[in-house]
């Protein structure tokens, strides 16, 4: 057994191409998602490719009855801390150069849970991609949310093996391992509409990828030279491949995923990888291509490299199109080429014990590591940070709605916030519950301050109820919906329903051009519910989409106080875009057939002869982001109408707001 076990331990390269798959297909969906939609399985490729690899030399060991967990997380470390560590330390330095304080303080944080091997368990507690955050996905160590799935599976794995060795042999181990790899893959489907951050982040429900290639290296170790025939070899690898590719080409950020969507990826990179052990058919000769293999054994650097890369360049304001995605990715080679010989290669030559390899490839230098950072943290973020004074000098005025007490934009709206009084913007005489409902999404919310404005000058009042991501519907909401989303949208959806009947007017906001390009059926099905409002006796009052602003950045001129030559001006005079155009026709246009449904928009006072701006006069922005409003310009838009009519504009005057 031990010749054999050397022979399985050996170095496969088409395992090495099967990596250059994967890295190039999470680069490609990071530089632009329209590339490849499923690009992001190239993570659970690595992952099943994990799982084989360290099973495979798991069991050799302990068969040969040699396995030593201080051994283990000897390789592990070689493997992983040194490159790791690097591209932590590179990325605080660069944030220091480059970014906000409060960015710096966001990567310093990121970087003591990654160092802890606990980045997965920081981004599903704190960083899950809010609304209108920014924070995940500029954060540029986002990515190493993986490597704390994998550090955790080395913990648990090991032990799990050591226990299991002896009393699950054969179809026992089989059942058992795919039984569990299941139950991951049902809890991620299960749990997806509960908490998608925790399926997308968290071990649980990733570790059915790791355990379909823990299982394809147990049989592969039980029956290493098993004749198998070449039509069933072809077919294996014909399946894995077509598996992979569907995966990469069909899934998208829309799916349910991991889950049992997950299956998909795993099954077909476990195929290629059983098919290449037992043959030596045509597509493992095209895995096993010198540039593919080459970039296979770089993959690991190139993994680590290309989101830092992406996040500083599109932070420091550079849209990345098909040639700057391609210089990312030339650029990502190059760097990841000399890391792999300058640091990966040498970091596995070291040949101190583990304790030595333990102290100074991981614990000394991310002791450091996790030293600046928590000054880092501690400070606010302004600790060694260049030009701080200037950044304490500036502060925003554009601001989101949800920052605001009496902004009740939530994820999903309670009964306790459809009573709150604090959703209640005027005055109620006598303190009552209004008579007016402003409804929808985030894009219902950023119309609060116009509202506020023209309430004061009215006298009257009115509540708002937004659920971000979720369409102000009385039907099923799912075909517009993210399937994350979905859930807590119908929750909310169904409370609000039930509380319209205490209302008389509904103001109706959302994101018009979101949920249309989902689904062009969306404005009918919208429709039908501005119907039912109507026939139960409602005045609707449909508030049209904003002029958007396509790379609108709302902390620019923060950003430019560390990059000098950003351009912050991206709001002056752009042009009305059609599609915001054809949108508010529509919902015009319906409004004018019935008597008890008006139409307001903001384009006449954002724009002149199809030009717009979203600045004040005094220079000051408008918005938040590309589509909406800040509160404080949103209230500006308001008075600045208000005071330009000398009175609220029509429909706002009718007598159902009194």
Not at 4 to 20: N, P, S, V
Not at 165 to 172: C, D, E, I, Q, S
Not at 401 to 412: L, M
Not at 428 to 440: C, D, F, I, T
Request: proline residues 4%; neutral net charge; hydrophobic residues 45%.
């Amino acid at each position: 057994m031990r010749s054999g076990c050397r022979r399985l331990k050996a170095y496969r390269a088409d395992i090495d191409g099967m990596r250059a798959v994967a890295v190039i297909s999470v680069i490609l969906f990071h530089i632009d998602e329209n590339i490849l939609p499923g690009g992001f399985v190239g993570v659970d490729i690595f992952f099943v490719i994990s799982g084989y690899l360290i099973t495979m030399h798991i069991l050799c060991d302990l068969e040969l009855d040699k396995f030593s967990l201080l051994e283990f997380y000897r390789r592990r470390v070689r493997r992983i801390a040194p490159m790791m560590l690097f591209i932590v330390a590179v990325v605080i330095t660069v944030s220091l150069m480059i970014q906000r304080p409060e960015d710096t303080r966001r990567v310093a944080a990121t970087s003591v849970a990654s160092l802890l091997s606990l980045a997965n368990v920081y981004f599903w507690l704190f960083e899950d991609a809010g609304y209108f955050a920014q924070a995940s996905n500029a954060n540029p160590l986002l990515h190493l949310w993986s490597l704390g799935v994998e550090e955790q599976f080395y913990i648990f794995w090991p032990l799990i093996l050591i226990s299991a060795y002896k009393t699950l042999v054969g179809k026992r181990f089989l059942v058992v391992f795919l039984a569990v790899a299941l139950v991951s893959f049902l809890l991620g489907q299960y749990l997806y509409p509960k908490s998608p951050s925790f399926v997308y982040y968290m071990l649980p429900t990733r570790a059915g990828e790791l355990l379909v290639g823990a299982v394809a290296a147990y049989l592969v170790f039980r029956n290493p030279d098993v004749f198998v025939h070449r039509l069933v070899l072809h077919t294996s690898a014909v399946l894995g491949i077509v598996l992979v590719v569907s995966s990469l080409l069909l899934l998208s950020e829309d799916v349910v995923f991991p889950g049992l969507n997950a299956i998909l990826p795993a099954t077909g990179a476990a195929l290629l990888i059983l098919s290449g052990h037992y043959g030596n058919g045509g597509i493992k000769r095209i895995l096993t291509i010198r540039p593919l293999v080459f970039i296979g054994l770089i993959s690991y650097s190139a993994y680590l490299w290309h989101w830092p890369l992406l996040v500083f360049a599109r932070y420091a304001g550079i849209d990345i199109g098909l040639v700057e995605g391609g210089v990312a990715l030339v650029v990502t080679m190059l760097l990841s080429a000399i890391s792999y010989y300058l640091i990966e290669n040498p970091a596995r030559r070291y040949k101190g014990d583990a304790w030595q390899v333990i102290a100074y490839q991981y614990a000394i230098p991310a002791g450091g590591l996790v030293a600046i950072s928590a000054v880092i943290i501690v400070t606010g973020g302004y600790f060694l940070h260049r030009n701080a004074d200037e950044y304490r000098s500036i502060s925003s005025k554009a601001l989101p709605a949800y920052e605001y007490d009496y902004v009740c934009q939530r994820w999903e709206i309670s009964d306790e916030e459809i009573k709150d009084r604090s959703c209640v913007v005027g005055g109620v005489e006598g303190g009552g519950n209004p008579s007016v409902l402003l409804w929808g999404d985030s894009q219902a919310a950023h119309y609060i301050g116009v509202l506020g404005a023209f309430a004061e000058r009215a006298g009257f009042a009115f509540r708002n109820l937004a659920h971000a991501s979720c369409p102000p519907l009385l039907s099923d909401p799912g075909d517009f919906v993210p399937p994350k989303r979905v859930e807590k949208c119908r929750k909310s959806l169904m409370r609000v329903a039930k509380a319209l009947a205490e209302y008389d007017v509904v103001i109706i906001s959302s994101a018009w051009l979101s949920y249309d390009s989902r689904s062009n059926k969306f404005l009918d099905v919208f429709f039908d519910t501005v119907d039912d409002l109507v026939d139960e006796g409602k005045f609707v009052v449909l508030l049209g989409a904003v002029p958007h602003f396509t790379g609108y950045d709302r902390i620019c001129n923060e950003k430019a106080i560390g990059i000098p030559y950003l351009e912050c001006d991206r709001l002056d005079k752009v042009a009305l875009s059609e599609r915001v155009v054809r949108i508010n026709s529509r919902l015009k246009g319906f409004a004018s057939k019935n008597l008890r449904v008006e139409y307001f928009d903001l384009v006449d006072y954002l724009c002149n002869d199809g030009s717009c701006s979203g600045y004040n006069e005094n220079g000051d922005p408008l918005y938040f982001d590309s589509m909406h409003l800040s509160m404080p310009g949103s209230w500006s838009i308001g008075r600045d109408i208000v005071d330009e009519l000398s009175d609220v504009p029509y429909p706002f005057t009718r007598s159902e707001f009194k």
